[in-house]
């Protein structure tokens, strides 16, 4: 059985706070301002051949030839998976019936062939009575770092042309695989 894993996911849009070169940035208190923090978690259950109904990733294309010839362990080098997880404001995968808070769809590839790296492609997809709209994000995951930023680079709807970073962490990892 595959292993789920929880990411969290923080945003932080608009870049409130301060400049990189030091100077504070103005950030309206305007009650229709966007939120300028949210954290979500991904729940990635990957498909292992057995698990159809609770597998929420799976992987498009195998790992390349140099994913083993040059690391003895492998590194899934060249593997592409696509997903489409349940996001959620609690650690706690939704019950049977209720939605998600979103949902995040993409792919991922990993993109090192002598260690574990990859590179993101995804939407988040709101469709609840207290967001609609997409986050759409990109960018490289060191998986080796404690936590690993990806580029906000636009939405739609309540996320309309969103900017910003989103950092995301491990928060919990089940089982082997």
Same mark, same amino acid.
């Given at each position: 059985?595959a292993s ?6 923080t945003?932080?849009l608009?870049l ?9 940035r103005l950030v ?11 954290t979500?978690?991904?729940h990635?259950?990957?498909?292992d051949?057995g #698990?159809?109904? #609770?597998a ?13 010839s ?6 899934f080098?060249?593997m592409l998976?696509?997903?489409d ?7 706690a995968l ?7 808070d979103?949902?995040?769809?993409g792919?991922y590839f990993? #993109?090192k062939?002598?260690?574990?790296n990859?590179?993101f492609?995804?939407s988040?997809?709101f #469709?609840s009575t207290?967001y609609?709209?997409t ?13 690993r ?7 739609t709807g309540?996320?309309f042309?969103a ?7 491990l928060?919990?990892?089940e089982g082997?695989?």
């Amino acid at each position: 059985m595959a292993s789920p894993k929880i990411v969290l996911l923080t945003f932080l849009l608009g870049l409130a706070g301060v400049a990189a070169d030091g100077r504070r940035r103005l950030v309206s208190s305007a009650e229709d301002e966007p939120c300028m923090k949210m954290t979500l978690y991904w729940h990635d259950i990957l498909y292992d051949g057995g #698990n159809t109904a #609770n597998a929420t990733s799976a992987a498009a294309t195998n790992a390349t030839a140099l994913s083993t010839s040059n690391w003895k362990n492998g590194t899934f080098f060249g593997m592409l998976v696509v997903f489409d997880y349940p996001m959620t404001t609690e650690k706690a995968l939704p019950v049977a019936g209720q939605e998600p808070d979103a949902r995040g769809q993409g792919f991922y590839f990993y #993109n090192k062939k002598d260690g574990y790296n990859g590179w993101f492609g995804f939407s988040i997809v709101f #469709n609840s009575t207290a967001y609609k709209g997409t986050l759409n994000l990109v960018g490289a995951d060191l998986m080796e770092e404690a936590t690993r930023d990806l580029t906000v680079v636009g939405g739609t709807g309540d996320f309309f042309m969103a900017r910003g970073v989103t950092t995301i962490r491990l928060d919990a990892y089940e089982g082997t695989t």
